[in-house]
């Protein structure tokens, strides 16, 4: 698979968005697993989901506007079977682990297509993924220019739950993160975001210093945001979301300007195995810590590394599918209906 729920075709002679999405689901993984050296890195493993969301965002551009809004929904659809599909896998895991059947109810799986974090939390990229890709159709249908006002809900948002937390110390950890992580907050802002970076590509080209302008925010990045969210005058976070922000948005301008950046094998990976590495790698390193227990900082690697062919797998029962689809539909019986 390429990015989530897409075909395997990213947008012509980008090549670069493969490292990226290579990248970014390394650091999913990172995220979930011990590294070393993670520590000095905490601060851009945020950027991983975003970056994803941006790059879906970007491909849904097309010159004509029928063809986004077919895109949008046709994707919001893959993105709630995958949902389905991932939250019983996750299920069927508790239930092996000997979690009682009694603790699952028809609400709690149906809220959970919207939340998608009771059974593993990195299932919410899927929730924020569909419901943010339905709020794109509707502004792209009915309200284009508010696109442009929908990248702002990310950074005042975190503000505002950030505050929130501070007023509301009793609130539960799952409830704020379940207002900061969805389709409206994150999913649409970022999507927004990338459409609006490939809808203007063009002029991005000519942007000089880029790669500068990049550099300054990875360093930045590395020093400022971490000790800024160490401050107490910062206790609501909005610089650290805003640099990020601008972070992930020079990141996939470089993509732009670069498009041609090849690294053998990283590219492949991203293009072909990147959104199961995200998706599967929870189940993965499940299984793997209980077969080497002792991997430690080894784990991320290992688990990103025994991804690739479960992921190669998914891929081949996938086309094994759609070629059942295509010759059930190419036969007489079917064609005399």
Same mark, same amino acid.
């Given at each position: *698979?390429?990015?989530? +729920? ?10 670069? =968005? ?39 965002g970007f491909l849904l551009y097309s010159d004509n506007k029928e063809k986004e809004l077919g895109k949008a929904i046709k994707w919001a659809k893959k993105a709630l079977w995958l949902s ?19 603790? #699952?109810? +028809?609400?709690? =799986?149906? %809220?959970?297509? &919207? %939340? @998608?974090?009771? !059974? ?15 709020? !794109? ?11 442009? +006002? ?26 704020? !993160?379940?207002?900061? $992580?969805?389709?409206?907050? %994150?999913?649409?802002?970022?999507? $927004?975001?990338?459409? =609006? ?7 991005? %080209? ?17 020093? @400022?945001?971490? +000790? ?12 650290? !979301?805003?640099? *990020?922000?601008?972070?992930? /948005?020079?990141?996939?301008?470089? $993509?732009?300007? #670069? ?20 998706? &599967? ?28 062919? /479960? ?17 059930a539909q190419n036969h007489p019986t079917a064609a005399c209906k």
């Open positions: *698979m390429s990015s989530p +729920v897409h075909n395997r075709k990213t947008r012509k002679g980008i090549s670069s =968005l493969y490292l990226l999405k290579a990248l970014c689901a390394f650091l999913v993984v990172v995220i979930h697993a011990q590294m070393w050296g993670k520590d000095a890195i905490q601060p851009i493993l945020g950027m991983a989901t975003p970056c994803f969301l941006c790059i879906t389905i599909i991932l939250n019983l896998l996750h299920m069927g895991q508790h239930l092996w682990d000997g979690v009682p059947i009694s603790q #699952y109810s +028809v609400s709690g =799986l149906l %809220t959970n297509l &919207f %939340t @998608g974090i009771a !059974f593993s939390t990195h299932l919410w990229y899927l929730s924020a993924l569909w419901t943010g890709l339905l709020f !794109f159709y509707v502004l792209r249908r009915y309200a284009g220019l508010l696109i442009w +006002v929908a990248p702002l809900l990310y950074c005042w948002a975190h503000v505002c739950f950030k505050w929130g937390a501070d007023i509301f110390p009793q609130a539960e950890d799952y409830v704020l !993160f379940l207002l900061r $992580c969805n389709g409206l907050i %994150t999913g649409l802002p970022f999507l $927004c975001t990338g459409y =609006l970076i490939a809808r203007h590509q063009e002029r991005l %080209t000519h942007l000089r210093l880029l790669t500068l302008w990049w550099g300054l925010c990875l360093l930045f990045l590395f020093f @400022g945001s971490y +000790v800024m969210r160490l401050l107490p005058i910062v206790t609501y976070g909005w610089p650290h !979301f805003a640099v *990020m922000y601008a972070f992930i /948005v020079l990141t996939l301008a470089l $993509c732009i300007r #670069y498009r041609d950046a090849r690294i053998p094998g990283l590219n492949e990976i991203g293009q072909y195995h990147s959104a199961n590495i995200y998706f &599967f790698h929870i189940l993965v390193l499940i299984h793997l810590g209980r077969i080497f227990p002792e991997i430690g900082p080894w784990q991320a690697i290992s688990v990103f590394i025994c991804s690739i062919p /479960v992921s190669w797998c998914i891929n081949k029962c996938a086309e094994g599918i759609n070629k059942l689809k295509v010759a």
